[in-house]
């Protein structure tokens, strides 16, 4: 991707979090959360390994819930997998979902449009506290990782608490999977007390790796 094109604001609006601002670059968006750089139709690498490390080391991920919606990059990569029979994405900001049916579905097949997509608008904090199902696979990418959330409230997810709710939503042999631009020593040893963790580097075309936690009971 050619970083020296200079972006263009396409959007930028207040939200009870923040400040949420599109940009273009060429062909492709960004999305930038209170001046932070959060994720772009061009580099979805890591997002595509989080998702299909998990689905892969699931004997029969049927039942697939992922946390954020972005550009669609997870929610795409999902869907790629025949066993995968529903996969439900909870996306707390109006604005992202309205982007991605303005400017970020040409970059991910338009998967919100799969018949096996079920979209809620919810805050994910609060909604794994009340949900009452139970998933194969769950795959965090909401934030830049516990050590860089995009709003304070996101740091519960990465307690003690938030690790027991996101377990109980877990079926039998279920896998969780999260993604964090550093390596978040201190979140991987608190999740180790609750699961065998694997932690996968993927290479970054900045240079530092992302890293992907896959946790299992």
């Keep these: 991707m050619p970083l020296s094109e200079l972006p263009e604001v396409i959007e930028r609006c207040q939200t009870p979090r923040g400040e949420l601002q599109l940009q273009r670059r060429g062909r492709h968006f960004e999305l930038i959360s209170n001046g932070t750089f959060l994720m772009a139709t061009y580099n979805g690498d890591s997002e595509r390994a989080l998702i299909r490390s998990a689905l892969q080391n699931h004997y029969s991920p049927r039942r697939v819930l992922i946390g954020g919606l972005g550009v669609g990059f997870s929610l795409a990569e999902a869907l790629l997998d025949p066993e995968v029979d529903r996969v439900t994405v909870v996306e707390i900001e109006p604005l992202v979902i309205r982007w991605y049916r303005e400017y970020f579905c040409q970059h991910s ?46 740091r519960g997810l990465y307690t003690e608490n938030g690790i027991q709710r996101l377990k109980r939503l877990l079926a039998p042999d279920g896998i969780i999977s999260f993604w964090s ?37």
């Design 109 to 154: 097949r338009n998967s919100l449009e799969d018949p096996r997509t079920r979209l809620i608008q919810a805050d994910l904090v609060e909604w794994i506290g009340q949900a009452k199902e139970s998933f194969d696979v769950i795959s965090l990418d909401i934030d830049n990782g516990p050590d860089w959330t995009v709003v304070e409230s996101n």
């Design 181 to 217: 631009a550093s390596p978040a020593d201190a979140f991987k040893n608190r999740l180790e007390s609750f699961f065998r963790v694997e932690t996968i580097a993927v290479p970054h075309f900045s240079g530092s790796p992302d890293y992907l936690f896959l946790a299992r009971a």
